[in-house]
Each structure stands twice: as C-alpha cells, then as structure tokens.
C-alpha cells in the first residue's frame, strides 16, 4: 500500500511537469465522486485502463487527471435473484466470461466478452470501462500508421475539426449514416446488453439514477454520461419465461474490435418454440448500436425454425441504398453473423431449460 | 514529487517511487533491469510481447499503470526458472525450436505458463484463445503450439507444477 500518509486522498503525489497526468487512487466512493466532480472536465475514470491508455498514447485523450477505481470495493459482483441479474461495472470481462451464473441465464453477455481483445486485456478490462470506450476509428484514434498520419492533415471531427474525413466507403466504417460522425459503435458488452434492453446505474455526487440502455446509447457515438458519472452497474430483468440469447462477431485480430458484431435474444411464449420477442443488436454498421427491426418483425409471433431464421436474416440492412464493395461486403456479413448469432440462441435456449 | 509503492517481482521485494504516468512496463525494463519484458507496440495493447504475470494472470505491462500494481506479486519470464533450470515450459520451446527471433518468446511463454496453471488439460483451442494476445513476426506459430503441448505433458505431472 502507499505510504504517502501527507496526501489528502492517499493517492500518489507526483509532480506534473514530468507525467503526462496526475494519478489518483481514491479508497472511498466518496472520494472518488468528489474527484470527479472537482476536476469536471479534466479527468477521467481508469478502470482496466486497456481503453483509456491506448487513447492517452494516441492522443486522442488527454486528461489532466486519471481517477483509478483499483482500490474502491464493491463493484465487481455478480448477482443473481429473483427478478434480475446485477453485474457490478468493475467485472472484469474475465469474470463475466467465466462466470457459471451469466453463461446459465444470459450466454450472450459471456460469449460477447469471450469476443473482447486477447486475455491479457479481458484479465483487466472491466464491463463499465468496455461500455464507455471511446469511439474507434482510424481517423481520430487508431494504429501508429494512423497516428503518424494523423499529424499531416487536418483534424477530423471529434479531434476538434469541422467535418468527418472518414471515407465513405470502408470496412472500419459505418454503413448507416446517422448524424456527421462515420466512427461505428463498437462495445460487445454494450451490445449484448442493449439487445437485453438492460438498464444502467449512474452515481454521482448528485445521487443515483437509473438509464434504459437504449437511452443511454441515444446518440451517434455519444452516450448519456456526464463527465462526473460513474457507472455502478447493469441490471438485466428475468421476465419468468423461456429466454435465450447467443452472440456472433467478426474481427481481423485478436485485439481488432468488431467490423461487425451481432447480439441477439429471442423471448419465447410459454410453448417454447413460438417467439413472442425477438431482438437483434448489430455493432460496426452504425455509430449507435442499430436494432434489426426489419428481422425482429419477421420473427415475432412465428414458430422458430431454421428457415425462418435465414429468412429474417436476409431482411436485415436492406433498406441500405448505397453501397459500396466494403459496405456491401459489411451488409453481408452483418446478416450471416445474425443468422449465427440467433442459431446460437436457439441452441442456448433448449441447453438452458 | 513522486509516489512510492511496493512490489514483489519474481519472489524479492522491492520498494519504488513512481511517477504517476509510469507503466508497469517501463518500471520493469528501465528499474529492475528485466529487460525479458519486451516493449514492441507501446501501450496500444497488440503484441502481447510485454506480457507479464501479475497475481499469476496474465496482462499487458504497457497497459497497467505502475502505481496500480501496488502490492502485487510480479512474475517476468526471468522469474520461471525452477531451481536454476529450465521451466518444463522454456525446456519444450527448446526443445521443439519454437523459437525465431526470440522477441516474442517471453510474452508467449507466460502466456503458456498462465494457461496451464489455470487449466493443465488445455486442448489446441485453448491454447490458440489463450495465445492469441501474443503476435509472431517471424510467423511461427505451429511449432509453439506444438511444444505447448509437450510441456503441457511434463506440467500435468504434480512433481513439476511450480511457476
């Protein structure tokens, strides 16, 4: 432990004219939102850290401030009762890949975090840190080629310039356009619970509420979180009857995010094989999590089978007018891992009841 | 000003003031000496050269800040060494020649060492999961699967579980 007793915060003096940020480990939850709310702006929460110091080397973020939560206690819990599951935000991705309860109740959370990275990374980053990462995209924060690149042009959008220099046609891009922002939404986790419809738990100096992730997610690669929030956990309702959900994702590396992921769950009426509500979250296509309704329609209130499955699948991104051979190939993709993401959900389904 | 922790690294223990943006990496390579631990793509968190054990899993020391490893215990490639001679791991890597250029050995070895500890029965498919953080340059990654599962052979022995 420090032995830095002079210290207010018990955390870790250091001069700054030598460290790119000053590095807080605040021991009490107290403390911790205190930090946040003072240094609104300037700094950041480091949980894992595998995200946010990848983005302090980009210079994509640079933070005065870097809060660690490595010595709050609590929030890295798995909970199962009655009426839902409750994951603390500081699980690692490990954790929720690993844990028997998860994979019993919803396999679509752990087979998304088997998904992430390499298990260097899955060892240390954690479910919050995973559902808040910044934005991907070649433009703005990604590989040393980018970097070096980065300097010779003008900044794209979210680096403080006034367009989007992201190509139009590209697999690292998205293929539904919403806003000005081409950088595609790229959280598994987030995937995962978003086709849950999970809801998250916000804290704060100014108290607690709770987002519908849905609303969370509410816009091109922005989310509802203030810089002082802390996301504390996600809850995931059990609505009593026969549910099952599975995941499917495509990446070029090990630690690649997703060029395209799919999370789907599918609700069953009481007679098991009829499907009451289908939901189908695809990552990489759109800057927020874009929900298949044109498939989730073709599949509720109809008897599942593998045809229908297919059927529903081929529906998917076809509204989707211009296309070129990345995007067309993304589109293809994304309905080929929707069909193996809801097989896999079926299969789940018979394992689990 | 500057913070200082405690480690223990490969059994010895150490007490170090950091500065706040140190990495795990840098303390290890530039401090104690432990130049096995590479530093290849630098906290971008790809190469899996910088791989070390800390609680005895397996992370990225380019990706974990100094000041958070505050009293853990450290294992670096330098430190798997039983009795003075070759871990049963380093021993099949030798053995087999799964070995190039070297730079990425130490990385995939704790790798390896993580796994087996974990799951000593690990079939191919883990063993790909578990080294799939570790890149090769030079490509060869056939022959480290196949002395993964020698040493795996050696390690399901209890005589030689030590790390």
Known sequence: ?353 | MTSNINLKINGARYAFSVRDDETLLELLRTRVGLTGVKKACDAIGECGACTVLVGGRAIYSCLYPALRADGAEIVTIEGLAVDGGLNPIQESFLKLGAIQCGFCTPGMILSTQALLEENPEASVQDIHDALSGNLCRCTGYEKIIEAIMMAKQTYAKPVSRRG
């Open chain 1, 1 to 353: 432990m420090s032995s830095d007793g002079s210290s207010e915060y018990k955390v870790e003096q250091a001069s700054t004219s030598d460290s790119r940020f000053q590095y807080f480990a605040p021991t009490s939850l107290t403390e911790f939102t205190e930090l946040l709310e003072k240094n609104y702006d300037h700094a950041k929460i480091c949980a894992g850290g595998t995200d946010l110091l990848v983005q302090i080397t980009q210079c994509a973020l640079q933070p005065k401030y870097v809060v660690s939560t490595s010595h709050l206690e609590g929030f890295d819990k798995i909970e199962l009762n009655e009426d839902a599951l409750n994951i603390g935000s500081l699980t690692t991705v490990r954790a929720i890949e690993k844990s028997r309860i998860i994979n019993q109740t919803f396999p679509v959370l752990s087979e998304a975090a088997h998904e992430i990275g390499a298990i260097q990374i899955r060892n240390v980053a954690t479910l919050g840190g995973n559902i808040c990462q910044n934005l991907k995209c070649a433009e703005y924060n990604q590989s040393h080629i980018g970097q070096f690149m980065r300097e010779s042009i003008k900044p794209c959008l979210k680096a403080g310039g006034t367009a989007c220099i992201a190509p139009f046609d590209s697999l690292r891009h998205v293929v539904v356009e919403k806003g000005i922002c081409r950088a595609p939404f790229v959280s598994d986790l987030g995937l995962a619970l978003h086709c849950l419809d999970s809801s998250l738990t916000i804290l704060s100096r100014r108290g607690e509420r709770i987002v519908p992730i849905r609303q969370f997610y509410f816009g091109p690669s922005e989310f509802d979180l203030k810089e002082d929030e802390f996301v504390k956990q996600a809850t995931v309702s059990i609505n009593g009857s026969r549910s099952s959900s599975g995941f499917a994702k495509y990446k070029q590396t090990a630690n690649g995010y997703a060029i395209v992921a799919v999370a789907a769950s599918i609700l069953f009426e009481t007679d098991n094989s009829t499907c009451r509500k289908a939901s189908i979250s695809i990552g990489g296509v759109a800057p927020s999590p874009y929900e298949a309704v044109e498939a989730e329609s073709l599949l509720e209130g109809k008897k599942i089978d593998g045809e229908l499955i297919a059927q529903a699948s081929r529906a998917i991104l076809e509204s989707v007018k211009h296309r070129g051979v990345a995007r067309s190939f993304k589109i293809s993709l994304a309905r080929s891992l929707a069909k193996a993401a809801l097989e896999k959900a079926v299969v789940h389904g018979v394992d689990v009841n």
